[in-house]
């Protein structure tokens, strides 16, 4: 089975604060993404990564960074965070069928 | 630009009764489109894709290219079946997903 583990479950930061959310995916896949899940918003598409070092805005890329130093993980981060940035944070890699492999999630609260 | 619209945000059905979740899209090309869900405390997954043409926990969902849609559909529900059920659309060649907004089922006994 594919494994994608987001090292955070749950996180509490105040506005202003630096954020890391780490993500490792097991299968050598080659794409990894960053998506946010807010309630009557769906996912939307952060970041996404093909390959090692390489990187491509998603939708909502504004106020986050990302970076991809190995192929099994993807690094989501949060220069400065901000109240609106509370939510839900799925990671996901990508099988070439067109299956996302999700990990469980990291909620983030900014106070 | 890809769009996948989801018009309910709740459906509320009692067991056994016939559920369809509706999915329409936009896009001018040959698109790919999957149903994910996510059950209480679970990891979103993939349902199933619309290229395997196969009936999962006796879902389907048939691609309509004229209406744009890809609803998804039981003919009796069970209460198992109370999740969060997304539609997505995958453009030929390109590896990123596009989502939809989300519905939630809930299946009362």
């Known amino acids: 089975d594919v494994k994608v583990t987001q090292s955070s479950r749950y996180l509490v930061k105040r506005t202003g604060e630096k954020v890391f959310l780490e993500c490792v995916q097991d299968m050598d896949h080659e794409n990894m993404f960053w998506y946010r899940q807010d309630p009557g918003l769906g996912l939307r598409l952060i970041y996404f990564s093909y390959d090692v070092k390489m990187k491509e805005k998603g939708d909502i890329p504004e106020g986050y960074s990302v970076s991809r130093e190995k192929k099994e993980r993807f690094s989501l981060i949060l220069e400065s965070a901000s109240t609106n940035q509370t939510s839900m944070y799925l990671c996901?890699?990508?099988?070439?069928?067109?299956?996302?492999?999700f990990g469980e999630g990291s909620r983030l609260t900014v106070l | 630009a890809q769009r996948v619209t989801q018009p309910e945000k709740l459906l509320s059905v009692f067991k056994g009764a016939p559920v369809e979740l509706k999915c329409n899209y936009s896009y001018s090309g040959s698109p790919e489109l999957f149903w994910y869900v996510q059950y209480s405390r679970q990891r979103l997954q993939l349902l199933l894709r619309h290229i395997s043409r196969e009936s999962i926990k006796g879902f389907t969902a048939d691609l309509n290219k004229g209406e744009t849609s890809f609803h998804l559909k039981k003919p009796f529900a069970q209460e198992e079946d109370s999740a969060m059920y997304y539609c997505a659309l995958r453009s030929t060649g390109f590896q990123k997903l596009v989502f939809g907004t989300g519905t939630r089922l809930l299946v009362s006994p």
């Open positions: 996901a890699s990508f099988e070439g069928s067109g299956e996302l492999f």
